[in-house]
């Protein structure tokens, strides 16, 4: 009975160390006699107790690792302090097993030794402005050697890039003043811009107004010629209608009559006129010769 109680505990105790349930995203090593034999896969999986061990165990998942701060020295002799965090992966269980005692620790060292190169051939303003390509240039570094530890290297993010206070103080100083010099600069553009437009919208005006007085004294002079030609039109008209009349038979005796009126109408006016003195001609023959002379210039205007 105890020899068969003894063999069930013996043979509890073989189950419980052949049958081995792997998680997923995770790999085991399992080494047969001291010698690496195979990995274990996620899932249910059995061993040879006594025989075969699992000697390691690792996470597939992606790994977050903080880089400790150290301190760098730029191109331009300054000191830098300077923090990151790195992601890996578990890619060869077989070479993370055995290619590093410790994987880790062999990254985390690799990893500042790299960014203290990358760093070392940059000055200072360069550091902030190249930090995607401080990052890239880790990653390759430590992604080459990391192949024979079976790991391979996401990405490389900085988190702090922190100069001395000094250093701090002058790049402030160095940032006011360059805002102060853009604010100038904008001032001084805004009063040259403010000086061209009403330069601009004075001259626009005079050239607007000398236009308008330009045309005003085209149309002023067009009306005058047209009205001058309107009153001559109108007066050779009335000359043509005249000579007409006269042509007509009776017309030379209209003529000596409105002559004679006109005559008659002027003395007239001047009799009426105080301060003028009038003298009439003793022989009225002399008012007929005037009327006929007058005729006779009518006469030699129509022959013309």
Partial sequence: MEVALLLLVIAVIFVAKSV?????????????????????????????????????????????LDVPEQICITKDNTQLKVDGILYFQVTDPMRASYGSSNYVLAITQLAQTTLRSVIGRLELDKTFEEREMINAQV??????????????????????LTPPAEILRAMQAQITAEREKRALIAASEGKRQEQINLAEGERAAFIAKSEGEKQ?????????????????????????????????????????????EKAVEAYARVAHDANTTLIVPSDMREVSALIGSA???????KGA
């Fill in 139 to 160: 990653v390759n570094a430590i992604d080459e050697a990391a192949l024979n530890w079976g790991v391979k290297v996401l990405r490389y993010e900085i988190k702090d």
């Fill in 216 to 260: 005003a004294a085209i149309n002023q002079a067009q009306g005058e010629a047209a009205a001058i030609r309107e009153v001559a039109e109108a007066t050779a008209q009335a000359i043509e209608r005249v000579a007409a009349a006269i042509r007509q038979p009776g017309g030379e005796q209209a003529v000596q009559l409105k002559v004679a």
């Fill in 20 to 64: 081995k349930v792997v998680p997923q995203q995770t790999a085991w090593v399992v080494e047969r006699l001291g010698r690496y034999d195979r990995t274990l896969s996620p899932g249910l999986n059995f061993v040879i107790p006594f025989i075969e061990k699992v000697a390691y165990k690792h996470s597939l998942k992606e790994i977050p």
């Fill in 295 to 301: 005729m006779k210039l009518v006469a030699g205007t």
